[in-house]
């Protein structure tokens, strides 16, 4: 079956959004009541899934390959044959056989846990909701098929291009496609064949969302043939660069200006020495693989997998691995208090008049707005219709709606009474000050009086009343209006305010706990809420947050940047906030030098999402709100996300072990083997030694992912530090290349030890000291009172355990390696032994500055007060 999408290109040809509906329709071979499911199936086979590019899909082969774009490793793999070619064919063969071992290992690290987050985000896949067979369901976006009837609403992603069918009062953002910042109105009808991509306003695109009301759109562009497709092909589309990443790519640039040094220095030397020009070359690139953390990549992808493997299981699930450091590193929260401070359960308390008493009135005219509007749904109307469930509104029947949306801040139903002739019924509701915006009079009873100053006092002192007692409260206002066809926004005027709604949010059972434990982690909460300041601060003294100041919309709104920089970190409670302020808030708090993560759900929360370090949303989210988050909570509650921080923490923790471990080990071991090189009549190890020896080195590093993490180390928010990494390098690796020299006299000064004992020695030393190592610094403690996996317990003394019996092994001469005297490794022992006493001791005065550091730099950088 041909489809219609496949023969339209940009310009004026296949214009489909010049055409009428009817056409359209016929066109594309679907109708209203949508295609039918084999239709649809049978669409999908021919066009494909709906996806911009090539679907993400992790391979074996693909991943594997991977291993080799290390430039080292292929120079090494090189070097290898030209060392085979001119006639040393067992070295070359051993070489490439480690250096591929290394590859596999790393390989089975990385495509375990590709897998592993594949899987996590199948769980949190877009839905878009089509007609098939006439009926409505939700199908994976990448199901949208070309003919397909799609239903959107206030909150929705755009699956894919098309046109529209129906609609009302439906407003879309564009920004992601045009830079529009504001939102387009869109409407059914047709457009000239020549207009542009920001003139069609009765088409919708691929990436773009729906900001308010509703439409009914004919799908006629999906995945690779949309207007966004063919933008992201012209464009080089790259996302900001993250902290973590940030910190790896200094990383790396650190052990190149480190590996570039060792290694120039060492060949030339080696030539100069006129050593053999294969073996010099082998040597060195020996030299820096030995250096370089080759297994970083897999180390970092396995415990970030580990880490959201985990979440997932306390409900967290992760979109972006890269967020796991944010979270970990996150020192403010700011979110919204419904359901997330409250319990996010509203009872509607009280239906009152104007004068604060119950109205069975205010009652039905609330229900009949609550219940008929169609728009964006919402927790307060739910709150309504079931309180006035059961109730007979069967003389009412619905003529029109004008939805609500976040300028107007309010929500008109007309309903039609089969008693009134020629006229209906206008029931507005919204919040009190915007309700009031249109009214004339108040409605006292079964009279009406002018709205003057003296009522407006009136209304104001009650719901300011209510709200310091922990109430939202909402106004509700009705008109009579002569019958029309049709109802518009500029109907609303002219309003008589008939009472007040009362609703209740109690705070969540066990939140102030949650946010002390929050700020015992070095976590300040800021509250940013559209709701009033009494509310805020009454839900603030309930919960136990200290308020030191508050900030209104209304101020934010006259304030600088600057301004707001300055008194952002300042302020606990932001309120009565407009949606658009949300994004300059967390913009003030992060140019301050705060991680900021924001919590957040709504159709208007998307901005904050992406601005913010670290998005947080929840599962029921809208559409745009959960695509801009980093991460998305099963359920709505900082219980779960606390826990969600501690594994984040674990995460990194565990990540900057691998980094500490494995670069002051191969640092020092590195220097003591460059220097080595230039004083020994003899090269201190050979090629095959060296990747040997790194090799098996790494092995126990493949379990840091699941190690334990001393509690100290989730207690505060840590960053990546690459002065620090540099200086615990340096530091330990001088301690290191300290033992390794007195391992060099001893072997040569008091054993008078050949060259091939000396090698076979310090290979053994040298594993030996690595692996203990990595026992010290895995923790801040003293390392034999913080208990390491099981799984890194066994694998480094099973490593050990194989250095000492390696000599003795019957393939030990491939290796050059052979059998040491028991004076040697008595010595041996006891030099790794003075080595782990001196490496503990080091550690502990290390990590004591680096902790006297921190707070200095906490007391100096933060004016935040504590929860």
Known sequence: MTIPQTSIKPGTQNAYWAHPASQLLAEYRTNVRGLSASDAKERLATTGPNTIGRRSRTTALGTFAWQFRNPLVLILIFAAIVSAVVGDVSDALIIGLIVLASCVLSFSQEYRAS????????????????????????????????????????????PADGVILDSR?????????????????????????????????????????????????????????????????????????TGFAKGIRHFGTLMTEVMLAIVIVVFVANLLLHRPLIESLLFSL??????????????????????????????????????????????????????????????????LDSEGQTSADVTVWATLNATLQTGLANPLDDAIALAAKGADLSQYSKVDEIPYDFIRKRLTVVVREAAQATSDLMICKGAVSNVLEICSSVLDGSQSEALDDASRKRIDEKFQAWSAQGF??????????????????????????????????????????????????????????????????????????????????????????????????????????????????????????????????????????????????VDTAVDVAREAADMILLKQDLGVLLRGIDDGRRTFANTMKYVSITTSANFGNMISMACASLFLPFLPLLAKQILLNNLLSSIPSLAIAGDNVDPEQVEIPRRWDIGQVRRFMVSFGLVSSGFDFLTFGFLLLAMHA????????????????????????????????????????????????????????PFAAWFGLVALPAPIVAGLLTISMLYVIVSEATKRWFFARGREAHRRRTTMRRGLPHN
């Open 472 to 617: 939202r409260v909402l106004g509700l206002a009705v008109r009579r209006i002569d019958r029309q066809a049709a109802y518009r926004r500029q109907d609303e005027t002219g309003l008589a305010f008939a009472g007040f709604l009362l609703f209740l949010d109690p705070p969540k059972s066990g939140v102030s706990e949650t946010l002390a434990a929050l700020s015992a982690r070095g976590i300040g909460i800021k509250v940013i809420t559209g709701d009033n300041r009494y509310v805020a601060r009454h839900l603030a003294a309930a919960i136990g947050i200290k308020v030191g100041r508050v900030m209104t919309g209304e101020e934010l709104s006259h304030m600088t940047k600057d301004g707001l920089l300055r008194l952002a970190p300042k302020t606990d409670l932001f309120v009565e906030i407009d949606p658009n302020q949300k994004e300059r808030i967390i913009e003030a708090l992060r140019r301050h030098g705060h991680v900021v993560g924001y919590m957040g759900d709504g159709i208007n929360d998307a901005p904050a999402l992406h601005e913010a370090d670290i998005g947080i949303s």
């Open 286 to 351: 020996a030299l820096a693989v030995g250096l370089t953390p080759e297994l970083l990549p897999a180390i970092i992808s396995v415990t970030l997998a580990r880490g959201a493997r985990a979440m997932a299981k306390n409900g967290v699930i992760v979109r972006k691995l890269e967020a796991l450091e944010n979270l970990g590193s996150m020192d403010i929260l700011c979110t919204d208090k419904t359901g997330t401070l409250t319990e996010g359960v509203i009872h509607l308390d009280g239906c």
């Open 169 to 241: 009062d439906f407003n879309v953002s564009e920004a992601a496609l045009t830079g529009e910042t504001f939102p387009v109105v869109k409407s059914a009808g047709e457009t000239s064949a020549e207009a542009t991509l920001g003139q069609r306003t009765n088409v919708v695109f691929t990436g773009t969302s729906v900001r308010s009301g509703t439409a009914t759109v004919v799908t006629t562009r999906t995945g690779g043939t949309t207007e966004l497709a063919s933008i992201a092909a012209a464009i080089d589309r790259q996302a900001p660069e």
């Open 115 to 158: 897998k592993t987050m594949e899987s996590l985000r199948q769980t949190i896949s877009s839905k878009a909701t089509v007609l098939r067979d006439g009926k409505e369901l939700a199908v994976p976006v990448e199901d949208v098929v070309p003919g397909d009837i799609v239903k959107l609403s206030a909150g929705n992603l755009i």
């Open 754 to 809: 050949t060259a091939d004992t000396f090698r076979t020695a310090w290979f053994v030393e040298s594993l030996i000291t690595q692996l203990a190592i990595l026992l010290v610094v895995r923790t801040h403690m003293a390392f034999w009172n913080s208990r390491p996996s099981p799984m890194l317990a066994m694998l480094t003394l099973g490593i050990a355990l194989l250095a000492l019996a390696f000599p003795y092994l």
